[in-house]
């Protein structure tokens, strides 16, 4: 069985986030277990599975994500690094509409090699700061907002980059955080440096202490930066050890989310799974 390994949000290999791709033929997947059990084998924040549907199915792809313990219902980076392989292994050309937990999904491929999502946009709902949340971060709260309802996050603003930046957090602390985790952002320091907004996202309930770039937190940080800095379209950095840029759209209810993506492996799987 062949897999790739997509580096996406990003232009350079080994930067922004890896994903494992896994195409199938037409038909079910295989059973949970087994899907499931090579996500835990690739230890990726994210493998991607996706078949085929019929005409007059409503989508042209089902897809499915999977972090090395558990299903997620919403996931970009993994998303982009599909569309990405079916772009490039010309199985799909322009707009493709993805069936997922998430309803339908839709990513066009560019001409100048960017892959645009059109996800939901996460509503924002202002809550006090939990105490436990300063505390497993280790520095100053200045506003939390809880993301949902595709994916219940925690979305705290800090002091400036470089406090986003020195983090250090207590994963075991924010694991015990109800929800799928946080995401920490302030805005960028400086103007002009090709990035509106910083951002890191810490997932320890989910198997990924830090993830490197995560495309469905953009869906929230979006209609937040957007707000505070009046405009529809910016830039977010994902200020992680990888780094990568995702180019926010806020289009109301729906939030469009654009990247590069680069594949750096190309492998079979030798033994049954």
Do not use: K
Not at 71 to 91: M, Q
Not at 93 to 112: H, I, K, M, N, Q
Not at 258 to 273: E, I, K, N, S, Y
């Amino acid at each position: 069985m062949r897999f790739r390994i997509v580096d996406a949000f990003t232009e350079r290999p080994f930067a922004g986030n890896p994903a494992a791709v896994v195409l199938f033929d037409a038909g079910p997947f295989p059973d949970d277990a087994r899907l499931q059990r090579l996500a835990a084998e690739l230890y990726l924040s994210e493998t991607a599975y996706a078949h085929p549907l019929p005409p007059g199915a409503g989508a042209d792809w089902a897809l499915r994500w999977f972090t090395p313990v558990a299903e997620v219902r919403l996931c970009g980076h993994a998303t982009l690094a599909t569309a990405h392989v079916l772009a490039a292994t010309g199985r799909a050309r322009g707009t493709v509409r993805f069936a997922t937990l998430s309803g339908v999904l839709s990513a066009t491929a560019g001409e100048d090699g960017t892959v645009t999502l059109d996800f939901p946009t996460a509503p924002l709902t202002p809550v006090e700061a939990p105490a436990a949340v300063a505390g497993a971060l280790g520095t100053t709260v200045r506003t939390v907002h809880e993301t949902g309802p595709q994916v219940l996050d925690l979305l705290v603003e800090v002091a400036d980059e470089a406090a986003v930046r020195a983090l250090r957090p207590d994963l075991r602390a924010l694991a015990a955080l109800d929800g799928r985790g946080v995401i920490v952002t302030a805005g960028a320091e400086e103007t002009g440096g090709g990035y509106d907004y910083v951002s890191r996202c810490f997932f320890p309930a989910l198997g990924i202490d830090e993830d490197p770039v995560t495309g469905s937190a953009h869906t929230a940080l979006a209609p937040l930066w957007s707000a505070r800095l009046g405009r529809e379209t910016l830039t977010g950095l994902q200020a992680s050890a990888r780094t990568g840029l995702v180019r926010t759209t806020l289009r109301g209810e729906r939030t469009l989310l654009t990247g590069h993506a680069v594949t750096v492996v190309d492998g079979t799987l030798l033994t049954g799974w």
